[in-house]
């Protein structure tokens, strides 16, 4: 006897992720014409269901398209595929972005014990097959920059809270399936408890043995180890590194510093570097400062691309930058300040 259907299913972790995206300001459309693409006026188009490979799903597609847009930032939700489309010279520099998009995804995805019910099934898998431990160590790599400066946007508008709402939803929805999970074949039998949260309440890195006895950002202050990354909170040495972790900061990788983090330095009249090098000294009347070269001081050299690598920075008068260089200290809350704002730090 025919009946009436009044209700249709749902895969539950698309409708977080439809829903998700929606409240970040993308409308999630199914097509046979396309893997994914947006078109530049709010619509993300996904493949249907029989375009997708098996251990695909349309939540994995929806999540892994939105880390393109961390990628890219804001301005990419009114461009073509994010700003990442062919163009008449001859095509953008795709790998790196996409690149930077598994790492975000990794990381993101990793909070949550969820990288293998989200791993990509594009021709970049085995990239992702291969990312272990601290995925943003290599701090001159173009990916890797892009990728620090996706994961900070992920707790900035328009992605926040939804994406980290739809990350935990999805968690939740996922542990329960993998408690029923019989066949070791299925996806959700690949699911990971969440991680707990580091001591000081920072996301919690990969186990590889590193402490915050040995990271940049920890110092001293009244006979106490305390972590700039924490606001100053006072840590334990033995405990574990948590997400921000970063082993040894290298002036000649950063240069941060010298470039957009900060747009004036200023010296005294008597600075040696006024007589030293008077071409590189312009006078504002009230006062002096090192002359810019665009975002970056004109004495600073190097941090070039090359082959996707930034090429090591120099500074061309060391010997004789004025104090306020000299006073500027490694590993400082300045220091960590600059390399935020130049994508170097979380």
């Known amino acids: 006897m025919p009946r009436d259907v009044t209700a249709r299913y749902v895969d ?9 995206a929606r409240r970040i300001g993308v409308a999630i459309a199914r097509t046979a014409d396309a893997y994914a693409a947006t078109d530049g006026r709010g619509t993300l188009a996904i493949g249907e269901d029989r375009t997708l490979d098996a251990d695909d799903s349309l939540a994995q597609m929806i999540f892994h398209e939105l880390c393109h847009s961390l990628v890219e ?34 990381i993101l995805a990793g909070r949550h014990g969820l990288r293998g019910v989200f791993a990509p099934t594009t ?37 926040a809270p939804a994406l980290g709402e739809a990350l935990a939803a999805s968690a939740r ?17 690949r699911v990971l ?12 890195r990969a186990g ?17 180890a305390r972590c700039r990354q924490a606001d100053g909170a006072k840590l334990d040495d033995t405990w574990p590194a948590c997400e921000r972790f970063e082993r040894a900061l290298d002036c000649q990788t950063c240069g941060a510093c010298c470039r957009a983090a900060y747009h004036s330095v200023e010296v ?21 400062e090192i002359a810019r070269a665009g975002d970056r001081c004109a004495a600073l050299a190097g941090g070039m691309f090359e082959s996707e690598r930034a090429t090591r920075f120099r500074c061309t008068i060391y010997d004789d930058r004025p104090k306020t ?16 704002r130049v994508g170097l730090s979380l």
Do not use: N
């Open 123 to 159: 021709e970049f898998r085995a990239f992702w097959d291969r990312l272990a431990g601290d995925v943003l160590a290599e701090r001159e790599d173009r990916s890797v920059q892009a990728a620090i400066a996706a994961v900070r946007r992920a707790d900035e508008a328009p992605w």
């Open 193 to 204: 408890p969440s991680p707990a949260p580091h001591p000081t309440r920072l996301p919690a």
């Open 73 to 106: 930032g804001p301005q990419s939700f009114g461009l073509r595929d994010w700003g990442m489309e062919p163009s008449a010279s001859g095509g953008p520099d795709h790998d790196w972005r996409e690149h930077a998009c598994l790492r975000t995804q990794w």
């Open 325 to 340: 260089c000299r006073d500027f200290t490694l590993g400082s809350a300045h220091c960590l300040t600059a390399r935020r």
């Open 173 to 189: 929805i996922a542990r329960e399936a993998a408690a029923a999970a019989r066949d070791p074949d299925l996806l959700w039998a």
């Open 268 to 288: 005294s009249r008597r600075d040696p570097v006024v007589k030293k090098h008077p071409g590189l000294v312009v006078d504002r009347t009230t006062y002096l």
């Open 208 to 224: 590889d043995g590193a402490t915050c006895g040995v990271c940049a950002w920890r110092y001293e202050q009244r006979g106490a």
């Open 12 to 20: 539950p972790l698309a409708h977080v992720w439809i829903a998700a």
